[in-house]
């Protein structure tokens, strides 16, 4: 009987220092996609027109809701100023001043948390 009983507490010793094999962890993991993001400007006159290419789901109806992979927003600086945000492709600015300008594009989270993507495109008005 005593046997038994050494037994059984080894075997319950064995299974406590084990954790019954399995592991848990408490970290959270990160999401790896990376959406893609080219920038171009075309100029005419004093118009001049944003076309991004990007395989991120630009979505105005979860706009500033629960983040999804693969979707998200797009956040705008032109000369530095104001961010904007954009949930389409195409962004037409209308008489800009001559001279050297610069947007940065950066994509976004529908909560606004960043894809950590940007790009800088400069360009002139003559």
Known sequence: MKIVKSMCLIAAVALLISGCGSTKSN????????PTLDASIEINGDTATLKLTTD?????????????????????????????????????????????HEIKVSLHNNDHTPYDVSKTVTFEVK
């Open 27 to 34: 970290k959270t993991t990160e999401s790896v996609y990376k």
């Open 56 to 100: 991120l789901k630009l979505s105005r109806e979860h706009y500033d809701q629960v983040r999804k992979e693969g979707e998200g927003h797009v956040h705008l600086s032109f000369d530095k100023g104001e961010k904007e945000i954009l949930t389409e492709k195409v962004k037409v600015y209308e008489h800009v001043s001559k001279g050297q």
